[in-house]
T-cell receptor, first 111, second 113 residues
Framework: GDSVTQMEGPVTLSEEAFLTINCTYT??????LFWYVQYPGEGLQLLLK?????DKGSNKGFEATYRKETTSFHLEKGSVQVSDSAVYFC??????????FGTGTLLAVQP | SAVISQKPSRDICQRGTSLTIQCQVD?????MFWYRQQPGQSLTLIAT?????????ESGFVIDKFPISRPNLTFSTLTVSNMSPEDSSIYLC??????????FGQGTRLTVV
């Protein structure tokens, strides 16, 4: 079945460091791909999305490119801030329109 | 976009009791979804709640344990029945998965003691 694999955390970075959180997927066809963010004590919020191969989603300085050849959707940010500390979830929408989530990656940014 | 309100935001319950979680959406939606997020885990879909019909449960979840109501197009409830400590989780309501992005409530943090 469809699945999402993302790198385990926690990821601890200093402010202004470069961030990469890896995400790969297994799915039938070409699913839409998403990154969701969960700040402490809050529900999930959509961070960015891409709906077809080679699309780049971007928001708040975060980017991710839909790579069909490597079935990947890695999240990147050039300079993280303390306020970016959260749990990040990679997800895909399956052929049955259900969202399949990865296990989440905790990011801790230190001043 | 959709704004989702969940109540309660957290609760501590005795084992063997039941808790009903409410989800209110600020617009009419066809499908509402209930997820469970166990400590340190990702989100697992419990069921899809359709207005006017019985909920559709995912593998591993049954109606007797997680009865769901969907009385209208803006409201749904999830009950966690006969609770045990293993039911301690965050329960999340979601809408909007059919065509666009999904929106989530802030979640209900349940602790069973």
């Amino acid at each position: 079945g469809d699945s999402v694999t993302q790198m385990e955390g926690p990821v601890t970075l200093s402010e202004e460091a470069f961030l990469t959180i890896n995400c790969t997927y297994t799915a039938t066809g070409y699913p839409s791909l998403f990154w969701y963010v969960q700040y402490p004590g809050e529900g999930l919020q959509l961070l960015l999305k891409a709906t077809k191969a080679d699309d780049k989603g971007s928001n708040k300085g975060f980017e991710a490119t839909y790579r069909k050849e490597t079935t990947s959707f890695h999240l990147e940010k050039g300079s993280v801030q303390v306020s970016d500390s959260a749990v990040y979830f990679c997800a895909l929408r399956s052929a049955t329109n259900k969202l399949i989530f990865g296990t989440g990656t905790l990011l801790a940014v230190q001043p | 976009s959709a704004v989702i309100s969940q109540k309660p935001s957290r609760d501590i319950c005795q084992r063997g009791t039941s808790l009903t979680i409410q989800c209110q959406v600020d617009s009419q939606v066809t499908m509402m979804f209930w997820y469970r997020q166990q400590p340190g885990q990702s989100l697992t879909l419990i069921a899809t709640a359709n207005q006017g019909s019985e909920a559709t449960y995912e593998s591993g979840f049954v109606i007797d344990k997680f009865p769901i109501s969907r009385p209208n197009l803006t409201f749904s409830t999830l009950t966690v029945s006969n609770m045990s400590p293993e039911d301690s989780s965050i329960y999340l309501c979601s809408v909007g998965q059919g065509a666009g992005e999904a929106f989530f409530g802030q979640g209900t943090r349940l602790t069973v003691v």
